[in-house]
């Protein structure tokens, strides 16, 4: 059964910090692209950062450059997005998302919301 689980959101200020946690299980990690998304209230979902399976390559939105870090341990199985600088517009339902064309195959996790506000 596969399962991807967001955790670590939650409410923090304008400025602040925190570091969002994706743990996989029922499929080949290694082998997925993994891929950060968000939806800010009322608005569409929008890609966040994305890092190849190996972990050599990262890509970043323009809205969070400099301010966001992708990043995945294989071993755990899990992605991480650190998050630093927080601006009232990153307030948005994080959700991490598992994809491999090899396969035409792609999961989603459930979400975890990140409020920042003062």
């Known amino acids: 059964q596969v399962q991807l689980v967001e955790s670590g959101g939650g409410l923090v200020q304008p400025g602040g910090s925190l570091r969002l946690s994706c743990a996989a299980s029922?499929?080949?990690?290694?082998?997925?692209?993994m891929r950060w998304y968000r939806q800010p209230p009322g608005k569409e979902r929008e890609l966040v950062a994305f890092i190849t399976g190996a972990g050599a390559s990262t890509n970043y939105a323009d809205s969070v450059k400099g301010r966001f870090t992708i990043s995945r341990d294989n071993a755990k199985n899990t992605v991480y997005l650190q998050m630093n600088s927080l601006k009232p517009e990153d307030t948005a339902v994080y959700s991490c998302?598992?994809?491999?064309?090899?396969?035409?195959?792609?999961?989603w996790g459930q979400g975890t919301q990140v409020t920042v506000s003062s």
């Open positions: 998302n598992a994809y491999a064309a090899i396969f035409n195959r792609q999961y």
């Open positions: 029922g499929f080949t990690f290694e082998r997925y692209t």
